[in-house]
């Protein structure tokens, strides 16, 4: 049971409470008929499925009933980071590597 | 006022049957046990206003002021006036719960305050009751019920969450120390009823008026 | 004679209080305090069950959740049975009856006790797959015989009368465990204020500390536990649960605990109380303080009753005052194990021997014993015990560890009680079941909590620390972190006095060696109860599985309500041994929630019965039920399905309730179709763009009927939308598709296009819905409302307010039949008085009331599709023959048109909606069924649709049904075949969708 921090009710609510809605940060194209058969079947069906960091897209439902972004480790189940529709991950693959990177290079 | 359709939906006399109308909550009042740990009642037929708005926009927070006379209150909170309450729900939406009949004036005067603005006001009366528990053992038996916790310490007196309760959502406030109101849906009613009276048998029910 | 193993003093028993109790038929007494392990032992039971496999007779091994063959079905009658409750772990309370699990027929004389005996050869592991499977048509058979034989514990046939719930709790810190780690750090913890769970699986609190020798500030260590309890009571921020197993550690720092709380009452619950609580607890900080179980040895004819754990039998001399023998012998590996010796020693018995496989151990406790005559055995071990149904000799002989070989021929002793210490495991399990590895530590011979994302820390035993002091400090010191990470100020505190006493090392020994080679010794067991045997483990390696989970797996080492809890180290250890490498490289199985098993009652909690689901009902449910309604479930609805007269079935009822609404009216509760109120300048704009049609033109006062697509083009969901003024429209949804609908139209507002100004608000509760449809519906109306219902004042596709019934009311004209029809909405809480005075006023119209079966019927008739039957998330508005639904030309590239534009949306041949019109008019087509072109193909033949909706027309007079045919509207006129299960086939001509009133005069009238 996960703990969830929504960032509209500024608070830690039970995973009960929400809905996943699959990999965020996809944007329905600008003129889908400018699409070819392929990018829209991209759009429409194909999704990211990381080991590691992955940005995905909740609703609080039973709550405020707002969307939101959570970026979620896949495999330790960690949520490192809630944040509104419109707004931008702080915390990414490529974050993660470079203060890894970092740590390693103060230790070694 | 012209772009939108406000209407008088509730008749000045006819009969009217609550959510818990079917439980004839009124024949039980007395009879539940002595001492009981939870005393229920049914705040029924009051008028309830779904609103919508930029609270970021002063002139929202200051047009519901002058019609209602009660600030908007801040995130997971209720403010009341007299039988009047206004709950946050959402960073765009407010419960406005006003006495029975009252619904249709005060949706009026809020349009009137709120003119020009991008906002929606929807009567929802007829779709949700209040449910008032009472007692010493009421957080029991919410702790039964949700997940969201009710420890004074994160659930003091003036607020107010929607969340998971059994296997459905409603909204708790808290309005006294041992005093908190379930917003229902109808539809959901005699599930919530059922649950109520299941989950409080530990402790004793009493239906009170 | 009674209680024969019973001492006459001590023990925290009460003797004043005694307690008959049966087991298998037997009549016995115990005393107030006791589990029913101790009871049973305290009246010389010696076999509580036969084993899972080889079908042995096994007794109490341990005193704690780690017993692997008291496992007992408890209940008096068929509605109070519970399965798999450890006679270690159950108090006893008076008229307790309990029956082995896996006895069958009886414990004693065992039919396939001689089976296993003569055919212990043929069922080594890995037995059921090798030879259970083949042929697979006989594993049912098998099947049945050996569930029966070994006997995995049985369900109640019959309604659990107890109630059961759960109680979510939230805390700063939740101590797992109430020994002396957990005590200490409930304590640090508490102090500071925090909100503490204290959570222990026993009956009280204490741990190790209610039958230790040990003393603290000078006193027996159970007077310090009686002031901690005191003291942790007073705190009104502390919830302390005894007779509670947390069961589980998941996610985020969320722990169930299973708590017992009337078991030690008695089988039933008292009146109005709750039986068994789940408490789901989320928590800021957890400290684990499980403690250790005691390893046995692992050696030759291990499992005869009356060889038990060393500490097993100090709890049970020290705490229930029970014997479960009288001539002791020892075999250990390390110190703290000579306790038993002394409290048999102090309990007046009989300590034959010491075999302890060091060469010279001094430890203070052994010093001790050794004072007190006691003759130990060093460089040595009981390699084999004697006895078939309890133990009459141990044979100790000197062993070489090093070269795991026997180096003396020994001796055999008389005795009747083998008691083995092999070290001590940490109860790693909650450590562990969110993936976090155990590590070996050689120092400790132990596997010890892993590295772990949780909230959590460690304290006491279960991470090595096993000294009295140590562990109390270690656990003040967790308490006081835990405390503080989440916020709070510790406060200073003391903590008791523990005598230090000087120990020495144990020396590794898991399997004890024997003069045969293992796999022709007598058996060796490592897990007992899944009958695992060292010979086994080796055999599974000999036949490279080499992994730890595929030895696991093969063997069955540590399935099951066990959980490795007795046998994983040793079973480990032999894998390592045998496959030559080391048990840090051999590595550990994880371990799975539960750690105990766990009552169906308390995972069910109260969502059981009228409760297990919420049923939503309308403001005319009461009416619908006074008639004489048959409900169906449509979500989580109930709708009036029809409403029978004078014993009539669902055809009869459909047929008359049908012929209502085409020749007179009838009335439908169409409360549940979900209802969305949407406001603002760009309302319309955004109906654009969620419907596939367009609404840019749609006046007020007006209704229209929309279709919803996703992105790829599949029709997801329909409905009315009526225009109530320029920027205000009210949408309605089916029933099932109310909540996906607004979800909908959330996440694309949300999202995509946050810039339109828009609101939704569900409204599906607040409006109950009353449809009146049939030719009479104009004359009924008009009868209780003011409102103009001239067919020029109030057209088809219109809505007008009004009275209805005296109360307000929105009428939309509207049609779901193809009748004259009216929708009236009122606001719910006055629509059973308006429902009623319609009723009333249609007497004389012949009025109906009709339910979901013939509103299905009457829809098919005119060809109207059901989202979710006719459609299945492959159907597009064209494959419906809706291309008049759909806007071609609208500006914004709305959701579902770019998809409905690939390909495969507009290659010729896709299935299309068409009515099929069976050859046979009373033979109605089953929905579901495929149909094919050619009936006379070979199997398997190709299909070309299938039926969605099929019905007998008690209108048309004939069957009638839709179906998705492979270009079906090329093909009207043509013939399809519906090849039936039972041979049969039913040839239908394809015909239009609309069967009943093809150009929509009786809607317009």
Known sequence: MLNIYCPHCSEMRSEEEFHAHGQAHIARPEDPGACSDAEWGDYIFFRDNPRGIHHELWVHSAGCRKFFNATRHTVTYEILETYKIGEKPSVTEASVAAAKASAEGVTA | MSNVNVYKQRPDAAQAESPLFHASLHELVGKGSRNAGVNLREKKLLGHLTLRGDASDPTFASGVHSALGMELPVALTLTSSGDTSLQWMSPDEWLLIVPSGEEFAVEQKLREALAGQHISIVNVSGGQTLLELSGSKVREVLMKSTSYDVHPSNFPVGKAVATHFAKAQLVIRHTGEHTWELVIRRSFSDYFWLWLQDASAEFGLNISQ | MSQINRLASGGRVDRSQPLSFSFNGESYQGFAGDSLAAALLANGVDIVGRSFKYSRPRGIVAAGSEEP???????????????????????????????????????????????????????????????????????????????????????????????????????????????????????????????????????????????????????????????????????????????????????????????????????????????????????????????????????????????????????????????????????????????????????????????????????????????????????????????????????????????????????????????????????????????????????????????????????????????????????????????????????????????????????????????????????????????????GIELATREGFESVEHVKRYTALGFGTDQGKLGNINGLAIAARSLGISIEQMGTTMFRPNYTPVTFGAVAGRHCGALFEPNRYTAMHAWHVANGAEFEDVGQWKRPWYFPKNGEDLHAAVARECLAVRNAVGILDASTLGKIDIQGPDAREFLNRVYTNAWTKLDVGKARYGLMCKEDGMVFDDGVTACLADNHFLMTTTTGGAARVLDWLEIYHQTEWPELKVYFTSVTDHWATMTLSGPNSRKLLAEVTDIDLDKEAFPFMTWKEGEVGGVPARV??????????????????????????????????????????????????????????????????????????????????????????????????????????????????????????????????????????????????????????????????????????????????????????????????
């Open chain 3, 69 to 535: 063959n008291a496992v007992l079905q408890i209940g008096s009658t068929e509605a109070a049975q519970i399965p798999n409750v450890r006679a270690t772990q159950q108090a006893l309370y008076a008229g307790l009856v309990a029956n082995s699990t896996n006895g069958w027929p009886s414990v004693n004389t065992d039919m396939m006790g001689i089976l296993g005996k003569v055919g212990g050869k043929m069922m080594p592991p890995g037995f059921y797959y090798k030879t259970f499977m083949y042929p697979q048509n006989l594993w049912l058979t098998y099947e049945k015989y050996i569930r029966k034989a070994a006997g995995l514990g049985r369900a109640p046939t019959e309604v659990d009368p107890d109630s059961y719930d759960y109680l979510n709790q939230h805390c700063d810190v939740l101590v797992v465990g109430a020994g002396p780690a957990g005590l200490a750090a409930a304590l640090a913890a508490g102090r500071s204020g925090a909100r503490v769970i204290l959570a222990d699986e026993q009956e009280e609190f204490g741990g190790s500390l209610l039958d230790t020798r040990e003393q603290l500030e000078g006193e027996p260590a159970a007077k310090w536990v009686a002031k901690a309890v005191a003291e942790l009571e007073g705190m009104p921020e502390v919830t302390l649960l005894p007779r509670s197993t947390v069961n589980g550690y998941h996610d985020h720092n969320f722990l169930t605990i299973h708590q017992r709380m009337t078991d030690h009452l008695g089988e039933l619950a008292p009146m109005g109380s709750v039986r068994q609580r789940m408490h789901r607890v989320r928590a800021k900080r957890v400290v684990l303080a499980t403690g250790a179980h005691e390893r046995p040895l692992v050696y030759a004819n291990n499992d005869v009753p009356g060889n038990m754990l060393a500490g097993a039998v100090s709890t049970y001399v020290r705490r229930y005052a029970v014997l479960p023998g009288r001539k002791l012998v020892l075999s250990t590996n390390n110190d703290y194990a000579y306790r038993v010796v002394l409290d048999w020693l102090d309990a007046g018995q009989q300590v034959v021997a010491v075999a302890d496989v060091r060469a010279n151990p001094r430890g203070a406790w052994v010093e001790e014993v050794r004072a007190r005559g006691v003759r130990i055995l060093t460089g040595s071990a009981v390699v084999e015990a004697r006895g078939s149904k309890r133990v009459t000799g141990a044979r100790i002989c000197a062993i070489d560890v090093a070269s795991f070989k026997v180096t003396s021929p020994g001796e055999v002793l008389d005795c009747d009680l083998i008691v083995s210490s092999g070290g001590y495991s940490p109860v790693v399990h909650l450590a562990s079941h969110l993936g976090g590895r155990p590590v070996w530590q050689e120092k400790l011979l132990a596997f010890v909590p892993g590295e772990g994302l949780q909230k959590r820390v460690c304290a006491g035993a279960v991470k090595g620390v096993f000294a009295l002091g140590d562990t109390l400090a270690d656990g003040f010191e967790a308490g006081v972190l835990a405390a503080s990470e989440s916020g709070f100020k510790a406060v200073i505190g003391t903590l008791p006095s523990a005598e230090m006493r000087h120990e020495e090392a144990s020396l590794a020994l898991f399997q004890v060696p024997h003069d045969k080679p293992t796999a022709r010794a007598p058996k060796q067991f490592v897990d007992f109860q899944n009958d695992v045997t060292a010979a």
């Open chain 3, 812 to 1005: 939309f004209r509207i049609s779901f039949t193809g009748e004259l029809s009216y929708e009236v909405n009122v606001q719910a809480d006055y629509a059973m008085g308006v429902w009623q005075k319609i009723i009333e006023a249609g007497k004389k119209h012949g009025l109906t009331p009709y339910g979901t079966e013939t509103m299905h019927v009457l829809r098919a008739e005119k060809g109207f599709i059901i989202v979710g039957q006719d459609t299945d998330g492959s159907v597009t508005p064209d494959d419906l023959n809706m291309g008049w639904c759909v806007g071609r030309t609208k500006p914004f590239s709305w959701i579902g048109w770019r998809g409905m534009n690939r390909e495969d949306c507009v290659r010729e041949q896709r299935k299309q909606l068409v009515g099929l019109k069976p050859l046979n008019p009373d033979q109605v087509l089953p929905e579901g069924a495929q149909l094919v072109f050619d009936p006379n193909q070979s199997i398997p033949m190709t299909m070309v649709g299938h039926v969605t909706s099929s019905y007998m027309s008690a209108a048309l007079g004939y069957s009638f049904a839709m179906a998705v045919v492979k270009g079906g509207l090329q093909r009207i006129g043509e013939r399809v075949f519906a090849p039936l299960v039972d041979g049969s086939v039913i040839e239908a001509e394809i015909v239009s969708s609309v069967f009943y009133d093809p150009k929509g005069d009786r809607q317009n009238v």
